[in-house]
């Protein structure tokens, strides 16, 4: 018999906290098989943020710190330069990096530290209660925009991938969509050669999966995975926005 | 403890050098194992900042970095200490209230790190002129939660390369962070300092922290639980070592008090100028002597009130509105006398002024 699917190594045995369709528990199991397949669940550190995946160290079997809202590439800023040989990867929601954060992951990322960060992007503030994201689309109803939000006063959905490209620091950047299964596919391969960037010390690495909250979004969970594939991408297209690897993609 | 006062050190030995204070600082630390500075610009200690870029960069092993922020500073220092690092930040006034949030994880987490804050007048902007006004925010914890960092308060060059060195053992004993709380004063001015230790050629890691877990069974640092019962219990275990902490590492020193009327109680610069006032008034036949917390937190309550066994009249005098007069309050728990002489916003009175409100009280309190 050919074992073709099975736990991964790195990922605990425990029952995930997370909504139907979420796509936190999909992006844990696309990390943790990365690291197993790269053999890296020995020497890596995870920093997990506040956010519905705040007790991402129930599930990934590698060592893991909690990081102040927003702080993880600033922790694993510290991590990484007191001791190089460790992998370290935070993963942040998009309150977490584009609202609060963007300070310290812009820095991180011009730098060049030599960090992977897993950024989820789901539109809201999953954990609160579903306000606002500095991603929330245009006219989209969140607990804090009941009116859609209005970018004449709310601004436009912030792209990360896009605005962190550019800077020299950064080795490399895909967007990935949580909603189909060959989408997902995709996304564990953009996971790895994140891993790899930073294990050939390029420099800074970041995989931004658009992710559903069927919960925040009020929707069952094959609308929500229909919604990131119809709407999401719109705004927000998939693809690799750096590769230093590729001379094309070189910036 | 009793701290042993270190005398100015006398020109005629070699092994002392003349430095700043925010250089001292560095210097010690470097000596003491540090691996890594993380820090952002503000005056006055940004000699300490560029003392560390100079001299910590270039070790094998070791890292400076600028920030971006006093925010990501302190988070850094979180990363490094996660890993085992003897790692620091220094800061003054309005940026150590930016780092509080980090410092209430540090502490929430049980990782060691010395935090300096060469104290500048405020609140706001402020000025850049040393003052003593964050007493309250460093003894109190300063950020949210339940928790306690280890105040130092040093009141000389000698003291703050001491006490550096100090705070790194004290961090790494209990895992806690430690605060050196000076000024800009004690920053600034120029002393000649011995370095009791040596660099060590290796700069030591920790036990005990995150390394990856090999091949063994994962780790996590953490406080965050659904239950509260279970941060009630970690609330508990850190409030056990607090208790300790207190038992063993409690730090004052006297000068004077021996027969002395009149006690004046102040810490840091304060207590160096109280110290100029005492030595003329004694000169003039006046009785009078000084107390000074060396460790801030925790406070010497204990030793204070032996002293008010003898002597009924206190003057306490800080360079604010009045902070550490609260402590002092606190541990007489109404005996003795307690006056009070303040100086805000970074005014820095001479030994005079202070020794002219020495006097006034002695003489109205019918002490001669
Ligand atoms: C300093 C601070 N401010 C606010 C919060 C409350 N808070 C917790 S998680 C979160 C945002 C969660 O949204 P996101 O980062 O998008 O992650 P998600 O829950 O959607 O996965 C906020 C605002 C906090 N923990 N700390
Ligand atoms: S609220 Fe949204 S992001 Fe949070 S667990 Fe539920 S579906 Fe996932």
Redesign the pocket.
């Known amino acids: 018999m050919k074992l073709i699917y099975t736990r991964p190594e790195s990922l605990k045995k425990a029952a995930f906290h997370y909504c139907p369709g979420c796509g936190?528990s999909v992006a844990h199991r696309l990390v943790c098989e990365v690291i197993d397949e790269m053999e890296l669940r020995g020497r890596t550190i995870g920093i997990p943020?506040?956010?519905?995946?705040?007790f991402a160290y129930n599930y990934f079997d590698v060592d893991m710190a909690e990081s102040?809202?927003?702080r993880g590439a600033a922790v694993a800023t510290g991590i990484k330069r007191a001791c190089p040989g460790i992998i370290v990867f935070t993963y942040?929601?998009?309150?977490?990096?584009a609202?609060?954060g963007t300070a310290e992951t812009i820095h991180a990322a011009n730098r060049g530290e030599n960090i992977t960060t897993i950024f989820?992007n789901?539109a809201?503030?999953?954990?609160?209660g579903g306000?606002m994201?500095p991603t929330t689309l245009s006219g989209m109803k969140t607990t804090t925009t009941p009116y859609g939000r209005d970018p004449a006063t709310e601004g436009r959905p912030m792209r990360m991938s896009e605005m962190l490209a550019p800077l020299e620091g950064v080795a490399y950047i895909e967007r990935v969509a949580i909603s189909s299964p060959a989408n997902i596919r995709k996304a564990k391969k953009a996971i790895a050669r994140a891993f790899r960037m930073q294990i050939d010390n390029r420099g800074f690495s970041m995989v931004e999966i658009l992710s559903p909250?069927p919960t925040?979004w009020k929707m069952t969970p094959v609308q929500s995975w229909k919604w990131v594939e119809e709407e999401m991408t719109r705004v927000f297209p998939p693809g690799v926005y750096k590769d230093v690897t590729e001379p094309e993609n070189a910036g | 403890m009793r701290w042993s006062a270190p005398r100015l050190p006398s020109r005629s030995t070699v092994s002392k050098v003349l430095m700043d204070g925010n250089s001292a600082i560095a210097e010690a630390a470097i000596r003491a194992g540090l691996r890594c500075y993380f820090g952002y610009p503000i005056t006055p200690q940004n000699e300490l900042t560029e003392y560390m870029a100079m001299h910590l960069g270039r070790k094998k092993g070791c890292t400076f970095l600028q920030a971006e922020s006093e925010v990501a500073a302190i988070n850094m220092v979180y990363g490094a200490s996660l890993v085992g690092a003897r790692a620091m930040t220094s800061s003054s006034s309005p940026g150590i209230s930016l780092k509080q949030?980090g410092i209430s994880y540090l502490a929430a987490c049980e990782l060691p790190a010395v935090i300096v804050n060469m104290q500048r007048g405020g609140p706001g902007l402020g000025s850049i002129a040393a003052a003593q006004s964050d007493y309250f925010q460093a003894t109190r914890g300063g950020g949210h939660g339940d928790y306690r960092t280890i105040v130092l308060g040093p009141s000389s060059v000698q003291e703050l390369a001491d006490m550096t060195m100090r705070a790194f053992d004290l961090a790494d004993k209990y895992k806690i962070p430690v605060m050196i709380l000076g000024d800009g004063v004690l920053g600034q001015m120029k002393e000649p300092v011995e370095f009791k230790r040596e660099a060590p050629e290796i700069t030591p890691t920790r036990e005990g922290t995150l390394q990856g877990a090999g091949g063994g069974a994962s780790r996590i640092v953490k406080t965050f639980t659904s239950n509260p019962s279970e941060l009630e219990e970690i609330n508990w275990s850190l409030f056990r070592r607090y208790q300790l902490i207190k038992k063993n590492e409690t730090t004052w020193d006297t000068y004077m008090t021996d027969d002395a009327r009149l006690v004046v109680v102040a810490y840091g610069i304060a207590a160096r100028i109280a110290r100029g006032a005492i030595k003329s008034l004694r000169a003039k036949g006046l009785k009078v002597g000084l107390f000074r917390p060396v460790t801030l937190w925790p406070f010497p309550d204990e030793p204070l009130r032996e002293l008010v066994k003898n002597v009924r009249q206190l003057l306490v005098f800080e360079m604010n509105m009045g902070q550490m007069i609260e402590d002092v309050q606190l541990a007489l728990a109404g005996k003795g006398e307690v006056s009070f002489y303040g100086r805000p916003g970074g005014v820095i009175p001479a030994p005079d002024e202070v020794g002219r409100v020495m006097s006034r009280l002695y003489y109205q309190k019918g002490l001669k």
Do not use: K, R
Not at chain 1, 49 to 54: E, K, L, M, N
Not at chain 1, 92 to 97: E, I, K, P, T
Not at chain 1, 124 to 128: A, L, R, S
């Open positions: 936190h943020p506040p956010g519905c995946s705040v102040a809202h927003g942040q929601g998009d309150g977490d990096l609202g609060i989820i789901n809201v503030y999953g954990m609160t306000q994201a909250c925040n | 949030e």
